[in-house]
């Protein structure tokens, strides 16, 4: 069981990945083909051919390792030969402007199926709106002892109106040390009395006529605590804190307009988190060993998700489906970064042309991309030894 559970996972994790360099590759495919660069082959997968099928000059192929794909165009590589017939529909030959976009359009692609995906995502499930409900209490903690409960929802701090979780933080980091002032909304507290008969009601009308009484606003000052905790990319942060977490977010119906504004919102936010942890990274300020994962790391990630589908079939669906928008964006991103051999390697080559009017020497492209290589080769033997270590140490 446990076996077939693994094989299950990773089956989803390919079929993921598949559709991902998929909608990549087919990005750069359209975009050279209406540019007029010749395409000849349009590969799913690395290595030997598993099924290959020519249509109008380009040979469509699955190959043996899923994790990656191309797209070989016609002249795309400098040191080989292009024949006379072809030299129309040559990649080399065309201009700068076009060359940078079929280089883009590749993540670009995957930027625009995040949006849909999460376009679809949010039509179906509702826009994510956030509240002021106290969802966590910490034992021991500022809010504790002053008398905070779960479920209180927040009205104003320091006489400020509170209408959403976000607003909460900045004022008691401006507050500091000094006493906040917090005025909550709490439900009365229900008081189960057998009074029922005597009253002439039912039991469950008795209970909804005391559960629908009037809300009552509670004033209380809380003193925050200085503590060490992490911000959203994992860096280490000395931070006032009260000691409460959200309740869940409302899922709201919101129509095609607020759906594409928060679907454009979540790609941004993807691709902002992303390049930012990797500036710090390299900035030495988080650790790559705790905030990159590979591709073991996203199959377990696709295995927890898909653990409770029994159960719930329709909701991990729908957050495989999330899970595929963010991976999308997360692509695009990364392969626009300046490194060589990625889309980015070669943008970046393209922009020196354009700018000092003659190509970057064969040269230094095929050092660079050498280079490139061999950094990309290292970056996956570390994600896959650092899959391997926080796998066997639970991490």
Known sequence: MIVAQVFFNILIFLIILSILVFVHELGHFLAARSLGVGVEVFSLGFGRTLWSRKKNGTEYRMSALPFGGYVKMTGEDPTSEVSVESLSVSFALKPVWARMIIVVAGPFSNFIMAVLV?????????????????????????????????????????????????EI?????????????????????????PLAGLLGAAPHHFRRTIEKGPLREVALSVSPRKTQGQNEYGEKKSRYTIGIGPGPSLMVPGGPVAAIREAVGQTYTVCYLTVGTVARIFKGTVSARETIGGPITMARTTGAITKNMDS????????????????????????????????????????????FRRPVSLRIRELSTQAGMVFLIAIMIFFVVNDVIRWITGL
């Open 118 to 166: 999460f376009f679809f995502f949010f039509m179906a499930r509702g826009v994510p709106v956030s509240t002021s409900v106290i969802g966590d209490v910490m034992p021991d903690s500022p809010a504790f002892h002053a008398g905070l409960l779960p479920e209180d929802r927040i009205v104003s701090i320091n006489g400020e109106k509170i209408t959403a979780w976000e």
């Open 169 to 193: 933080s900045p004022l008691v980091q401006k507050t500091g040390q000094g006493p906040v002032s917090v005025v909550v909304s709490r439900k009365p507290p229900v008081t189960a009395l």
């Open 312 to 355: 719930d079939l329709v909701r991990t669906l729908w957050t495989l489906f999330s899970f595929l928008g963010l991976l999308s964006a997360s692509l695009g991103i990364i392969n626009l970064f300046p490194i060589p051999v990625l889309d980015g390697g070669h943008l970046l080559f393209f922009v020196l042309e354009a700018v």
